[in-house]
Structures are given as structure tokens and as C-alpha cells.
């Protein structure tokens, strides 16, 4: 079976829909799936508290820059590059909690 990558690669629709259709059954919300996140979690604990720091982390960056915009700290264009920025960054940690879930590495 071809990886998600290789399948968007190769454009066939056949191929691209089961690679889609086994990621959205991993992400399935069943007894299974979350004995299975539960067990991702536990063998790679270490990872997944630092993935959760970072997240928690770049949330707090992202409030503080609301803040900071509102107090007439910076500028509009200033924080529009940096919210795109910490955006970004979320959008990435996102795909690496994703992935740690799913046991694959979709970008």
C-alpha cells in the first residue's frame, strides 16, 4: 500500500481515497481508537508533554499578541507577521499530534 504522500503524488483518485478513507478510520472516535491514543500517548509520553508545552506555549504567545495589539504596542502589519507566524507554528504542532495519534507522518 502506498503512504498518504505517495498516493497524492501518483493522482490516482482510487489511491488517494483509501489512503484518505484509512486515516479518517484511524481517526475514528471509537472504543478502539482511543484505547489506541491512549497507548500512543503512554509509549512516547516524554513527546507528547512536549508537544503539549509548545502548544500551550504558542497559545499564550498568540494571547499576548492580541493583548499587545489592542494596548497599541505593535502595529497592524507587525502583528499581522507575527500571528501569521505563531499560526504556523500551531498549524505544525497540529500535524505532530496527528501524527503521534495515527503512527504516520502526514504534512
Known amino acids: ?7 497524492e503524488k501518483s493522482g490516482n483518485p482510487e489511491e488517494i481515497k ?4 484509512d486515516v ?3 481517526l475514528d472516535q471509537d472504543a478502539d481508537a482511543s484505547t489506541s491514543w491512549g497507548e500512543s500517548i503512554a509509549s512516547r509520553k516524554d513527546e507528547w508533554e512536549l508537544l503539549k508545552k509548545k502548544i500551550h506555549d504558542r497559545q499564550k ?10 494596548a497599541g504596542i505593535i502595529g497592524i502589519e ?3 507577521t507575527k500571528y501569521r507566524k505563531i499560526q504556523d507554528e500551531l498549524t505544525e ?6 501524527n503521534m495519534r495515527l503512527g504516520t507522518n502526514v504534512q
Open 18 to 21: 483509501k489512503s484518505l478513507d
Open 61 to 70: 504567545a498568540l494571547k499576548q499578541l492580541v493583548v499587545d495589539k489592542k
Open 1 to 7: 500500500m502506498l503512504s498518504e504522500h505517495e498516493s
Open 78 to 80: 507587525e502583528f499581522e
Open 24 to 26: 479518517v478510520h484511524k
Open 93 to 98: 504542532l497540529e500535524f505532530a499530534v496527528y
